[in-house]
């Protein structure tokens, strides 16, 4: 009877499945099949290319002649990962490493990086990457693998790296006290690393265009400006936009002049016509022509309205974007029109009511209208007072008026009584906020 194999086998054990880190594993000694050492891990090489989610080799530092040398050892020709081992087995030689510069280095590309954290609303670092033990990946010819599972951007990860040099099964039985904050790795995406190698990680911008555009402007204020806009040059053109909003007049600048000028234009007519007049008044008046000229001819004409007024005044602040009908109209036509709007919905509170010569005549709020039935005549849900202002009214006496009446939207009339734009509440809080 033939004598047992006892030569290490690439195959899986009760071990795989077992879950590690980049901390863990850095500095571990790496022996060859007959226990002698063969060097120590330093680094995770990643063949984004070829398969993103697993390791292709790690790295193996050791002294050649008293130079210290890089070697690649395939994962999957690694042996058999034990609980709280304190080395690694190599069951093969180990190759040259040769030009890393094709793979991503998990230890010096990912940590310390700035990601999304989208469920946290923030940015926060990479502490550590969780790894996993696998058993062989389809196609790879055999043996084990090593799955990259999540970032850690929380306190465990940050106590593994405090911690890294300790014996592994203090280290992780520390660090299981702590709680825990991974972002999967599916969820991460890479973004092209620059000249000085380093890695943008980003979470996927579907996910991200789900937030609140505030919530969206918090976290691009965080990162640093080439992250920033090439995250925000990804969004959406609504999305964008709304974010635009959000953001302070110097940091809009600096967006915009990132963009050229179609893109520019595009994100710009998404805006609220007096948000995106405010804008433009930032820009150069050679910039703003550019953009004006991009943009389509009704969006264009609504903004180049409101640059034509003084800033600090009514007409500056104003927006045209508002829902106004003749005042003989039935509330189911009156919902037409609303469902018509392609303005912000969000900011509608009040329908204005037009009477002859489109000289404003009452306010019907929207709460009021929906209770009423589709015959009923909207000049019989009149609220009974009407509070307006002028176009050359100031800063103060528009907030007065707000304050005074409790307003959600203050109608804006030219000299013969015509609707001329509208000032909604958030502006209002906006500009008391600049002041």
Known sequence: ???????????????????????????????????????????????????AAHVAALVVRKRVNGKRTEWLLPVTAMGEPAAGAARLQACERLVAAG???????????????????????????????????????????GGLALRVSAVE???RGAARRMLKGLPTGFVEGTSRRLSARAIPWEFVDLIDRDPARRVKLKIEQDRLAKLHPADIAAILEELAPAEREAIFTSLPEETAAETLEEFEPKLQRELVQGLDNERAAGIIEEMDPAAAADLLNELSDERSEAILGEMEPEERQDVEELLEHREHSAAGRMTTDFIAVVESATVAETVAALRTFEGDPDTITEVYLLGEAD??????????????????????????????????????????????????????????????????????????LEG
């Open 1 to 51: 009877m033939a004598a047992p194999d006892t030569s290490p086998k690439n195959t899986a054990s009760a071990d795989v499945g077992l879950a590690t880190s980049v901390s863990t594993l850095v500095g571990m000694p790496v022996v060859d099949a007959s226990g002698q050492p063969c060097g120590t891990v330093y680094e995770f090489a990643v063949d984004v290319a070829k398969d």
């Open 99 to 141: 030009d890393l510069r094709d793979y991503l280095l998990l230890e010096r590309d990912l940590l310390d990086q700035q990601i999304i954290d989208v469920d946290g609303r923030k940015v926060v670092r990479v502490n550590d990457v969780d790894l996993v033990w696998e058993a062989p990946v389809s196609g790879s010819g």
């Open 153 to 155: 951007v929380g306190l």
């Open 359 to 432: 000289v404003l005549r009452g306010v019907v709020s929207l709460a009021r209208l929906l209770m009423a039935a589709p015959a009923t005549i909207v000049a019989t849900l009149n609220e009974g007072h009407r509070v307006c202002c002028g176009l050359g009214a100031s800063d103060r006496e528009v907030a007065e008026l707000f304050d005074k009446y409790n307003l959600r939207s203050l109608p804006v009339l030219d000299e013969d009584g015509r609707v001329a734009g509208a000032i909604h509440a958030e502006q209002v809080i906006a500009q008391l």
